[in-house]
Nanobody, 127 residues
Framework: QVQLVESGGGLVQAGGSLRPSCAAS????????IAWFRQAPGKEREIVAA????????YYADSAKGRFTISRDNTLNTVYLQINSLKPEDTAVYYC????????????????????WGQGTQVTVSS
């Protein structure tokens, strides 16, 4: 099973950009779909985007369409989440998680479809 470690969060002003990364080790990375979730203070965790094993299929939550881009580099065992035009409401802990169903061909949206999870990276957007 893969292990996941997020990085690349930080403090940024509204309108700026960030590109958190999710690095995997162990297991066979390209057998997994990978998703990004986020949890804002006082709110439930929600899915942001997901990408299939090859990178040619992706899902975006409505809140992520237009400003978020998920991508992966299977040679580096890494998934990225490019976030542009950041807003204060994007402030959250961002988690990546892996789903091995269908060898990574299924793009699930439910939290319980995904295991394992990374530890999260904090994104804070100031106004």
């Amino acid at each position: 099973q893969v292990q996941l470690v997020e990085s690349g969060g930080g403090l940024v002003q509204a309108g700026g950009s960030l590109r958190p990364s999710c690095a995997a080790s162990g297991g066979t990375f390209n057998n997994y779909a990978i998703a990004w979730f986020r949890q804002a203070p006082g709110k439930e965790r929600e899915i942001v985007a997901a990408i299939n094993w090859s990178g040619d299929g992706a899902y975006y939550a409505d809140s992520a369409k237009g400003r978020f881009t998920i991508s992966r580099d299977n040679t580096l065992n890494t998934v990225y989440l490019q976030i542009n035009s950041l807003k204060p409401e994007d402030t959250a802990v961002y988690y990546c998680a892996a789903d091995g169903r269908g060898s990574g061909r299924i793009l699930g949206t439910a939290e319980n479809s995904y295991d394992p999870w990374g530890q999260g990276t904090q994104v804070t957007v100031s106004s």
